[in-house]
């Protein structure tokens, strides 16, 4: 077993043709093995992304960005998901959307990864979890 780019592979036998009639098994097909990654990235308050469209995630702290989403803004390609909290990140989108976040950007990337597990619309246990986002979205004293 060995680790590729994070992903765990795993060697199998795979038998192989041979026209002189003696059995050879050849050694090295690979089957990957990794976490399930989620098809929906929320980014804060229900909203969800496609996650196979996602180019990017970056804080919106810089005055570069901050630039960025007001172009996007104008230009019609922003789609606001802050609910009228403090953007703390953007996610870039194939086909040039952009998307306010009032996650961080750490948050979404563990979320994306699978690491985090992420509220998802009548789920169990979403009122903790939607607590907890709301924790996360309290000014910073």
Known sequence: MERVGGAR???APAPEYN???SPRIVWGTYRETTAV????LNVGF???VVTDKVLALVRSDSAPMRRLIQEARKAGTLVDATQGRKTKSVVFLAGGMTVASALSQETLARRL???EPQPLAGAEKD???????EKELE???
């Open 9 to 11: 592979l795993t060697c």
């Open 127 to 133: 009122a903790a979890m939607m607590a907890e986002e």
């Open 19 to 21: 026209p002189g009639n």
């Open 46 to 48: 229900y909203n969800f």
């Open 37 to 40: 990654t989620p098809v929906v």
């Open 139 to 141: 000014p910073d004293v």
């Open 113 to 115: 990864g699978g690491r």
